[in-house]
């Protein structure tokens, strides 16, 4: 019947019980490496890989400058590295293999 307004309505009544719909388990991403990275944060290291700058990342992605810095340090804590260097190593490594 494809009642997807009725559905909706439905999840956001029971929301502010707690109730909500959906998988049971939780998620299955990595917790570091390069597998951990959301595909936003892996647009960033790509960029940090050719050099830009936090400025030219926010400018390129249409992100503001603070998304792009808490990206970077989200970044530098799953790849556990300490700098920009290290990041566009790891970004050059995977690109260069393919693995995404």
Same mark, same amino acid.
């Given at each position: 019947m494809a009642a997807i307004v009725d559905l909706r309505r439905m999840e956001a009544r029971l929301r502010p019980f707690g109730i909500r719909r959906g998988p049971r388990s939780p998620h299955r991403r990595a917790d570091t490496g390069w597998e951990a990275l959301t595909p936003a944060e892996r647009r960033v290291a790509e960029r940090v890989m050719h050099g830009e700058s936090n400025s030219e990342i926010a400018a390129r992605l249409f992100l503001s400058r603070r998304t792009v810095e808490a990206h970077i340090s989200h970044i530098l804590g799953r790849l556990k590295v300490r700098g920009r260097i290290?990041? /566009?190593r790891? /970004?050059?490594?995977?690109m260069e293999t393919g693995v995404t």
């Open positions: 290290e990041i /566009a790891e /970004a050059t490594r995977h």
